[in-house]
């Protein structure tokens, strides 16, 4: 079975070309699947819609969520329609297992006096408030993600066009830059970065203070502090700002569309979920106008 996975996330990463982190999300869970069929003496060829059922019922009283148990299921129906494509299996028993249902969470939002606040927080006097307010600036004004943040370079900033290429792999989109992101981004582009960086190859957009890539986790630490300097109780993550700035357009006129396309979702129903936020009053004033409602 060993052999089977190496070569299924070998798969994933020269054929389909995951990114790092979903390609960590699958080992993680096919190789929790495989502790499982060891566990049990299960031959993994030749396993039965019985089994998985078994599995995911040990996850549920394990106390996993229901999104854990559905994203586990995913990657071994993945798992088993390789082990068919290459012959190492006649059958899937997956195939007749529906994926538990996920409760919709509703995400947390600010308002928009709270992302003022948390955006005031950083001070333009040394060259980590430089950054740190460019940083904060350009997540909510982009709305993309922490990890398409820190994988930005330079050179996908075009001023000219005010605008940002943010490129995911196979996919790529351009999303426009506000004046006050526009204005952050060009005082630490110009006054901070240069100092911050030691090595001028490096082309990363934002950097720590060593001048190396700013990581995942530094940009948590960062939106943390200034959430706690800003005394806002609700728990900020550079999501919960994402989550904002779809929010936020959506109140002010824009099309759920519109934001799809700047979000990067690739099915609109991923993006639905900020309509429930939509300003009551567009309601009352539909209700109020048209002749049938």
Known sequence: MDKQIKLFLEFLQNDKKLSDNTLQSYRRDIMQFRDYVMKNNINFAKAKEEDIKNYLKELQEEGKKTSTASRSLASIRSFYQFLLRTKKAKNDPTVSIQSPKIEKRVPCVLTSDEVELLLDQPKDVDLKGTRDKAMLEFAYATGMKVTEIIDLNI???????DTVTCSNGKKSRTIPLGALAEKALKEYIDKARPILIK??????????VNGSRLTRQGFWKIVKYYKEQAHIEKDI???????SFA???LQNGADLKSIQAMLGHSDISSTQVYAQFQDPGIKDI????????
């Open 155 to 161: 050179d996908d900033i075009n001023f000219n066009e």
């Open 199 to 208: 090595d001028e190859s490096n082309k990363a957009l934002f950097v720590n």
């Open 237 to 243: 993550t550079p999501h919960v700002l994402r989550h």
């Open 247 to 249: 929010t936020h357009l």
């Open 286 to 293: 539909y209700k109020n106008a048209h002749p049938r409602a």
